[in-house]
């Protein structure tokens, strides 16, 4: 089974045809699966991530044919193009630099608790929400991140990304969710979530999760609906519904 792998090295990206040896007749590989035998075989130095193989660390994302995929569990066909998620920064060949979208959050996650009682009940939403593992593929076509690669000044992974994107929107949410977090928290955390470029979302068609998070449902429109409550020209009264 032949598939082209980009490479990504000294600044410069390239393509090499691979041909998959399966190991049963009908075997339908895992992305992974095709990337280990590559370098395994002809590709030694072939760089990309994985940890878990089990959907539960989220770091082997790579782009299939220009759409984000988690390696380990998605399945890769004859003639498939494999390359870095085109969201983040490439550092070789598959292996992207995840800090800047980490380093934004910095400061931002601190909760202003109201308690240490445990026995509250937190709502189903939150713990929807928990099923994030940060894989970061909700970032392809988001217009909040889009923001950071059309701007120099915004596109410092080193310093954190001025933008935010649905995951940071997401850990945003959580906060304002957690019944341990306080008035003020839940506040500060919209304030943060309209800092990071909430206004991105009144338009958009909506954001995509690896796992399946209704981002929309759970994070995007509540949000988008706290902030129509404070007011304010940039979030106006919604006259239409935001595609789910
Ligand atoms: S709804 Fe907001 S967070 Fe989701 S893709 Fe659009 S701009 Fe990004
Ligand atoms: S919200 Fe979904 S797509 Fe985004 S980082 Fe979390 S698991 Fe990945
Ligand atoms: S290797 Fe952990 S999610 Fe794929």
């Known amino acids: 089974m032949k598939v082209k792998i980009e490479l990504y090295r000294d600044g410069k990206s390239f393509k090499v045809e691979y041909d998959y040896a399966r190991r049963e007749p009908d075997e339908k590989p895992m992305i992974l699966d095709v990337l280990l035998q590559a370098q395994a075989t002809d590709i030694p130095d072939l760089a990309f991530r994985y940890g878990c ?7 082997c994302t790579v782009d299939v044919n220009g759409r984000p995929r988690l390696a380990c569990r998605a399945r890769i066909r004859e003639g498939d193009q494999v390359s870095a998620v085109n969201t983040l920064p490439p550092l070789a060949d598959l292996v992207v630099r995840r800090d800047g979208v980490a380093r934004q959050m910095r400061g931002r996650l601190a909760s202003v608790a109201q308690g240490n009682d445990l026995n509250q009940d937190t709502p189903d939403d939150y713990h929807a929400l928990t099923a994030c593992i940060e894989c970061y593929a909700c970032l ?7 923001r950071n690669i059309q701007n120099d000044a915004a596109a ?8 935010g994107n649905p995951f940071s929107l997401l850990k945003l949410q959580m906060l304002r969710m957690d019944p341990l977090s306080s008035e003020a928290g839940r506040e ?3 304030e943060h979530a309209k800092e990071l470029g909430l206004d991105a979302c009144r338009d958009c068609k909506g954001c995509k999760c690896g796992v399946g998070i209704d981002l929309m449902g759970k994070v995007v429109q509540p949000m988008l609906e706290a902030a129509r409550e404070q007011g304010g020209a940039q979030y106006p009264p919604s006259h239409v519904l935001l595609r789910t």
């Open 188 to 190: 500060q955390a919209l």
């Open 156 to 163: 410092s992974p080193a310093k954190g990304y001025l933008w």
């Open 140 to 146: 392809h076509n988001c217009p909040m991140h889009a």
């Open 53 to 59: 193989r089990a959907r539960n660390c989220g770091v």
